[in-house]
């Protein structure tokens, strides 16, 4: 078992996966767990989680997604969705246009670190048809999907991408 800082370096962008792996119950419900428990305003979890495995559905998702057919050769692909009503219900406007927003690519930032910590791959996708990934997965209203995350066992490790230096991106004060 890798520690965080391993695991976090060997977090890459898996687009090829072992189509005779299916992900194990277990381990994708440990995953959910370790999404569902990452902070959260007021600890509202303003999120919902969309699980499917159904290729049908994949299909039509990576279709939804402009061809990005890894969405089909992952088993398991995650749909977040941010939940702005119930943000608003203690916070307001701001809850609703921020901090749902906010829990939800948290609790999926965290799934991607568990699918990693589980000897797994994924990659988050954001490129998508709002209302068509509402319309596949028949989303109740007032839901917003942001990011889908396909995950399986990797069939290839893509090559670690540079990174900008710190003094690029922190301002010390």
């Given amino acids: ?29 440990a995953i959910l ?24 559905e994949r299909e039509a998702l990576a279709q939804a997604s402009r061809g990005q057919s890894y969405i089909t050769e992952a088993p398991v692909c995650l749909v977040f969705c ?8 203690a916070f307001g406007e701001r809850g609703a246009k921020l ?8 609790a ?30 028949q989303l109740e209203a007032g839901l917003t999907p942001l990011a889908l995350l396909s995950l399986g066992y990797p069939a290839e490790l893509p090559e670690p991408s540079p990174r900008r230096w710190l003094d690029e991106v922190v301002t010390w004060r």
């Fill in 108 to 137: 999926a930032a965290y799934a991607q670190l568990a699918i990693v910590a589980a000897g797994m791959g994924s990659i988050w996708i954001g490129d998508f048809e709002e209302e068509r990934v509402r319309e596949i997965l």
């Fill in 82 to 89: 941010a939940d702005p009503t119930r943000s608003a219900t």
């Fill in 1 to 29: 078992m890798w520690d965080f800082f391993e695991t976090v370096r060997h977090r890459h962008s898996v687009r090829k996966y072992q189509p005779d792996m299916p992900v194990e119950t277990e381990k994708l419900h």
């Fill in 33 to 56: 767990e370790m999404a569902c428990a990452a902070p959260s305003a007021g600890d509202l979890q303003s999120y919902r989680i969309v699980v499917t495995s159904d290729p049908a």
């Fill in 99 to 106: 901090y749902a927003l906010q829990d939800t690519t948290i």
